[in-house]
C-alpha cells in the first residue's frame, strides 16, 4: 500500500524565462499533484516559491528530474512532509507546573522533595500516587522485527515508538515514553526491562521478533508486578477476536460449531490462535509454511508450536493451506502476500469470513476476493473493517493503570475484544462494518471500563477506582 506523500519544493524562478504554467506542467508530467503555493520572497525580475506536491508513484526524485530541466528554474531544496513532522522527534516532556520562584522549587526539588522520596523508601505504593508511575508506560523494543521492515535495529525503530507514545497520550491520556535497546540477548533484555520498571506502571513490549518475544514476556509477565503487553502478539488477537464475534452476527454463525484456519504462526499468529480457543473455538487449524501444524508432527523448534498442536487441531489435518482449508468458516491470516488465493476460498464454506491481515499487502487480493466472500478484513486503512491494534493497547493500558493491576490476563483480553465489538450497534453491524474505526471516542472508554470488570473480578486489581465502588 503505497503511504499518501507530499513534498514541499522551494524554486527561485527567473520570471523572464519560465512562466509559473511551466512549472505546473514539469511536475504534472512527474505524476505529481499541485496542492498549495506559497510566495517566500517576489521580485521583478525572480521569485522564490514553496509549492506542496501530493507524490505519484514516480516519487521526488522524477520531479526534480523534471524541473532542473526547465531553463530559468533552481530547486533550492524540496522536503518531505513526513520528515518534516519527525525533525527534532514527535514528542516531548512538559512540566505540569511552573516553577517561578524559590518557594516553587523548594516544593519540587530540594529540599521539599525529600520528604516525598522518604515516604516511598517507608511504602513503595505510594510511587502511584506521588510520581508518574500511576500514568506510565514504556513502550519497549530492540527494532527486530519492526513492522513491514523487519530487523532495522534501536535507532531505525525509535520513530515507531514516538508514532506509539503519542497515541498513547491522544487517545488515552497515558504519558509513554519510547525505549529503544541496543541488545538482542534475551536475558539482558529482561534484566534491563526489569532494572528500569520501577519508574513505569506497564511495560508495552512492541516489535520484538519471535520466537524471543514469547519468552521474554513470560519473564517479565512472571518476574514484574506490573502488567508487561506484548503488542504484536495480543493487540492483533484482540481485535481479531473482536472483528470475528460482529462477523459471526453477521453470517448468523455460532463460534463453538465454526472452523478456523489461522496462516502464518509467528506473534500475532500463536496469539489469535490461543485468544479464539479461549473465546470458544473449538476447532482450529494453525498452518504455516511447513504446513499444518499436527499433534504428533513436532516436536517443533518453536516451543508455542508445540502448545499449538496438543491444543487444536481436533481432526489432525495435515497438509498446506490449500489442503486444510475445505469447509473452513473462516480464514485469519497473518503471513506474507499471496498466500490465499481465490480457488482456497471457494472451497470454503458457505458465507466465508476472510480476514486477510499481511502488510502492506494482504494475503489476497481484496479487490479479487470480495465476490467470492462474506465478510473481508485487511490490516489496511485503504479498505473496509481494518484489524488496527491501535483499538486495543490505549484502552487495556488505561484500565490497567486505572486499577493497577498486576498483570493483563487473558480474562482482561477477551473483555477488551467484547468492548470493541460492542461498539458497533446492532443498527450499524454489516459485512462493511464489522468493527469500529480508531478515531471512534467510545472505545478507549469502553475498553478501559470491562478491564477494570474483569481485573476486580479475577483478583488482579490493586486499586478500585472510584468510578467502581
Not at 281 to 298: H, K, P, T, Y
Amino acid at each position: 500500500m503505497a503511504v499518501n506523500t507530499s513534498i514541499i519544493i522551494r524554486l527561485e524562478i527567473d520570471k523572464t524565462k519560465v512562466s509559473f504554467g511551466e512549472v505546473v506542467n514539469a511536475i504534472s508530467k512527474a505524476r505529481g499533484d499541485v496542492v498549495a503555493i506559497d510566495v517566500i520572497h517576489a521580485g521583478q525580475i525572480m521569485t522564490t516559491r514553496d509549492i506542496t506536491v501530493n507524490l505519484s508513484e514516480f516519487g521526488s526524485d522524477r520531479i526534480r528530474q523534471e524541473l532542473e530541466q526547465v531553463p530559468g528554474l533552481r530547486v533550492v531544496n524540496i522536503s518531505d512532509s513526513t520528515f518534516l513532522v519527525h525533525l527534532g522527534g514527535k514528542i516531548e516532556i512538559q512540566p505540569k507546573l511552573p516553577i517561578k520562584n524559590r518557594d516553587d522549587l523548594s516544593k519540587v526539588y530540594t529540599p521539599g522533595v525529600a520528604r516525598v522520596c522518604m515516604a516511598i523508601h517507608e511504602d513503595k505504593s505510594k510511587a502511584y500516587s506521588l510520581t508518574i508511575k500511576r500514568n506510565t508506560v514504556a513502550v519497549i523494543s530492540d527494532g527486530t522485527a519492526v513492522l513491514g521492515l523487519g530487523d532495522i535495529g534501536p535507532e531505525a525503530a525509535m520513530p515507531v515508538m514516538e508514532g506509539k507514545a503519542m497515541l498513547f497520550k491522544q487517545l488515552a491520556g497515558v504519558d509513554a515514553f519510547p525505549i529503544c535497546l541496543e541488545t538482542k540477548d534475551v536475558e539482558e533484555i529482561i534484566r534491563t526491562i526489569k532494572a528500569i520498571a520501577p519508574a513505569f506502571g506497564g511495560i508495552n513490549l512492541e516489535d520484538i521478533s519471535s520466537p524471543r518475544c514469547f519468552e521474554i514476556e513470560k519473564r517479565l509477565q512472571e518476574e514484574l508486578d506490573i502488567p508487561v503487553f506484548h503488542d504484536d502478539q495480543h493487540g492483533t488477537a484482540v481485535v481479531v477476536l473482536a472483528g470475528l464475534l460482529n462477523s459471526l452476527k453477521v453470517v448468523g454463525k455460532n463460534i463453538s460449531s465454526i472452523r478456523v484456519v489461522v496462516m502464518g504462526i509467528g506473534a500475532a499468529g500463536v496469539a489469535c490462535c490461543k485468544i479464539l480457543l479461549a473465546a470458544g473455538v473449538q476447532d482450529l487449524v494453525a498452518v504455516d509454511r511447513q504446513g499444518a501444524i499436527v499433534s504428533g508432527g513436532g516436536p517443533y523448534a518453536n516451543p508455542m508450536w508445540n502448545w499449538l498442536a496438543e491444543h487444536s487441531n481436533p481432526n489432525r489435518m495435515v497438509g498446506t493451506l490449500s489442503d486444510v482449508i475445505a469447509g473452513a468458516d473462516v480464514f485469519v491470516g497473518v503471513s506474507g502476500p499471496g498466500l490465499l488465493k481465490v480457488e482456497d476460498v471457494q472451497k470454503m464454506a458457505a458465507d466465508p469470513i476472510v480476514f486477510a491481515m499481511a502488510n502492506p499487502e494482504p494475503e489476497i487480493d481484496p479487490e479479487v476476493a470480495e465476490p467470492y466472500v462474506r465478510v473481508l478484513a485487511t490490516g489496511r486503512s485503504d479498505f473496509p473493517n481494518q484489524i488496527n491494534n491501535v483499538l486495543v493497547f490505549p484502552g487495556i493500558f488505561r484500565g490497567a493503570l486505572d486499577c493497577q493491576a498486576k498483570i493483563i490476563t487473558e480474562e482482561m483480553k477477551l473483555a477488551a475484544a467484547r468492548a470493541i465489538a460492542s461498539v458497533v450497534t446492532e443498527e450499524e453491524l454489516n459485512e462493511q462494518y464489522i468493527i469500529p474505526s480508531i478515531f471512534n471516542d467510545k472505545v478507549v472508554q469502553l475498553v478501559r471500563n470491562e478491564v477494570i470488570r474483569a481485573a476486580i473480578e479475577t483478583g488482579e486489581a490493586r486499586r478500585i477506582p472510584k468510578d467502581f465502588r
